[in-house]
């Protein structure tokens, strides 16, 4: 029997910055579902309020006002230890720059997630090699970010986004730094393992081209939900 | 992997971190070097101010206050009781090197061949004693002073002045001194006062009706315990330069048996003080409390007194190096601090967007804490090792170099030397130091870092 809590629930979310003495809304009274297991898109255009709206559901930010759940857990009642420690276990990572760490190599870049965990030396090797091979990096695992392509960076970043086994996986624009090949190429990736782990995955783009590869789009324009559209093969 | 992530971020920009590394080194070396220097300089000084007055002085209840402006009437009787009892003490004894009474007097020395006197300050010793004590160099330091004290157990007329009375006497040539006075012309005596120590000194003479003595001599003149005035002939049989200029003009060492004639006459001989010097400095507190444990017990009219009440230079000597050290160390310490608050400070702003992902990944706030932390901590151990490893060997070229110098209170120049053996607490202290004050270095930009919201963390270019 599948769980029927969605991997995200969002409840009138607002989120305002007060820039040099004005407020800016950058999200207004969101309120959506996102079930699990699925491939979901956020798109729209730039300033529309994807990338706060990610940083909610990535329980890296806090709503102004309204609830975020993630997984069943209300972030606003936990601490920022226990929501990092939540962050820990359950959210991946994929950046628009990849955002390595430049001193470690790509073994040591995939196996950081999991000493957050206090995994062991043995488990932890196997997972992370078993990740590295899955994006197709095993030989590369000693190079450093330095001696990757961009392709191959946000490879590294994928495995290290999926190899502690999170429920939820958060993309922003992850194709933006890589040319059209490499990012066709990623998010077949990203499809392919999302199949194969069962995760919920959720990215951003303002790539139109992109949105066929989604069971869920959400658009956004000026803070706001204006669209919803569920691909009809799900 | 923190250890192997704050490492390698170290070695980022290695220009930096060597900068950083090297200002923290240059910090070291100095505190090894003038930490060296002081330690040799205050524990010269030790010696040499044990190896004159001992470790601890045993006096007549009230002398070191009231009584040396009259030491004859502060005399202890029966000290060789006094004596007997510290060497059989079973606490004491094991830490004795040697334990010995002394007289202190005042007068006036007087060559009446020359026709020259001075006011003079003697310290009456026993021979044997005192060529021990003065061998006394438990630190092993080189030094230029003469091994004995130019006394004769066996010939209580023999006696040592200083350089500057012996010039005073007119003592020059026949001690062949150096940088002697040109001839005078003799006037006749005008003064009553010289006239009529002179009588004196020649009716003691022909008292003692002694055959004609070549040798150098002066009579020294000192009121008895009495009141009376007595003279005594010393030969002196050598000059000996004192470090300080009023010590040289008016220092006069003699054999114990004729300090107590010169003092007690006929009379009941006394001892002004019983001298310990003890193997090790470090055990003073122990002997010192045992002894006055022992006079408590006893009821004795006595006091005790440790070389550093004794000679208030050691104090002043050791007080003020203390400071010109912690005046450097603190100096080197806030070079320190600004050089690795700056480098870290640069590293957080560099690594900002590095800080957000680790955030978001999972690390708490004081696990960056930690990171940052570790780096300065990193940062101050290899400079502290380096700096210091690099200071005891410039210590040890620096010891073999041959350099000397005059240090404070010495009569004559010293190897320039830079203490190295048995430093390890300096050391030890001087890499806690900087490693303490990396890390509190480190603290501020390390709480900076790990405050820093996660989303401007990563947004952050």
Not at chain 1, 9 to 30: C, F, N, Q, S, W
Not at chain 2, 317 to 331: D, E, L, N, R, Y
Request: proline share 5%.
């Amino acid at each position: 029997m599948t769980d029927p809590t969605p991997a995200v629930r969002l409840d009138a979310v607002e989120k305002t910055y007060a820039e040099e003495g004005l407020r800016v809304t950058a999200l207004a009274g969101i309120t959506a579902d996102i079930p699990r297991g699925r491939f979901v898109m956020i798109v729209g255009p730039s300033g529309s309020g994807k990338s706060t709206l990610l940083n909610l559901i990535g329980c890296i930010d806090r709503p102004t006002s309204g609830s975020v759940e993630v997984a069943g857990q209300k972030i606003a009642d936990l601490s920022d230890d226990a929501l990092t420690d939540f962050r820990a276990r359950a959210v991946g990572f994929v950046f628009q720059n990849f955002n390595l760490f430049p001193v470690l190599s790509a073994f040591e870049n995939v196996e950081y997630p999991l000493l957050l965990l206090g995994l062991s030396a043995r488990v932890r090797r196997e997972r992370t090699m078993a990740m590295l091979d899955q994006v197709g990096l095993a030989d590369q695992a000693k190079q450093r970010p330095n001696q990757l392509s961009g392709g191959q960076k946000q490879r590294v970043a994928i495995a290290r986004a999926l190899v502690k086994g999170p429920s939820l996986v958060l993309a922003d624009e992850p194709t933006a730094n890589l040319d059209s090949a490499n990012g066709a190429a990623i998010i077949e990736l990203m499809r392919s393992v999302q199949r194969q782990h069962d995760t919920s995955f959720v990215f951003s783009t303002h790539d139109p081209q992109l949105m066929s590869h989604a069971d869920e789009t959400f658009s956004l324009r000026d803070g706001r939900l204006v669209g919803h559209h569920v691909a009809e093969t799900v | 992997m923190l250890f192997k992530l704050a490492f390698r971020n170290i070695l980022r920009n290695r220009r930096r971190s060597v900068m950083s590394i090297g200002a923290i080194a240059v910090g070291a070396i100095a505190m090894v070097l003038f930490g060296g220097f002081v330690a040799i300089i205050i524990l010269g000084v030790q010696t040499d101010t044990v190896r004159r007055t001992g470790h601890l002085a045993i006096y007549r209840d009230g002398y070191f206050t009231f009584g040396s402006g009259n030491p004859a009437a502060w005399g202890m009787p029966g000290y060789r009781d006094i004596l007997d009892m510290v060497k059989q003490d079973p606490v004491l004894a094991p830490m004795i090197e040697v334990v010995t009474p002394t007289v202190s007097l005042f007068g006036i020395a007087g060559n009446f061949a020359v026709e020259a006197s001075r006011t003079f300050m003697g310290a009456g010793v026993v021979p044997g004693d005192r060529d021990t004590m003065r061998r006394w160099n438990p630190y092993h330091l080189t030094y230029n002073n003469a091994a004995d004290s130019g006394l004769d157990g066996a010939d209580p007329t023999k006696g040592v002045v200083g350089t500057g009375l012996a010039r005073i006497l007119g003592l020059c040539e026949a001690l062949k001194l150096g940088e002697c006075p040109p001839p005078q012309a003799k006037e006749k005596p005008d003064s009553p006062l010289a006239t009529d120590i002179a009588d004196l000194a020649d009716s003691e003479k022909a008292a003692n009706a002694e055959p004609a003595d070549t040798r150098p001599h002066i009579d020294l003149l000192a009121a008895t315990a009495g009141g009376a005035p007595n003279v005594i002939s010393m030969v002196v049989t050598r000059a000996d330069r004192q470090g300080v200029k009023e010590l040289d003009d008016a220092m006069v060492l003699m054999h114990f048996d004729l300090a107590q004639q010169l003092l007690y006459g006929r009379g009941e001989k006394r001892a002004i003080a019983i001298v310990l010097q003890l193997h090790s400095t470090s055990d003073m507190p122990v002997a010192k409390a045992r002894i006055a444990e022992v006079i408590r017990a006893k009821k004795l009219p006595l006091e005790v007194r440790d070389f550093i009440e004794i000679s208030p230079f050691y104090g002043q000597v050791t007080g003020m190096f203390g400071a010109i050290f912690t005046f450097i160390a603190s100096i080197m310490g806030v070079i320190v601090l600004f050089t690795v608050v700056n480098t870290m400070g640069m590293s957080v702003m560099e690594r900002t967007a590095e800080i957000g992902t680790a955030r978001a990944i999972g690390l708490r706030r004081g696990g960056i804490r930690r990171q940052f932390l570790l780096e300065g901590m990193i940062l101050g151990a290899i400079g502290a090792t380096a700096g210091i490893l690099l200071g005891i060997g410039i210590a040890i070229i620096v010891n073999r170099s041959g350099l000397t110098w005059l240090p404070p209170g010495q009569s004559a120049p010293s190897p320039l030397a830079v203490m190295v053996d048995g430093m390890w607490k300096l050391h030890g202290g001087i890499w806690i130091g900087l490693m303490l004050m990396t890390t509190l270095a480190a603290l501020l930009p390390a709480n900076r870092a790990a405050r820093l919201p996660v989303v401007d963390a990563l947004r952050h270019v």
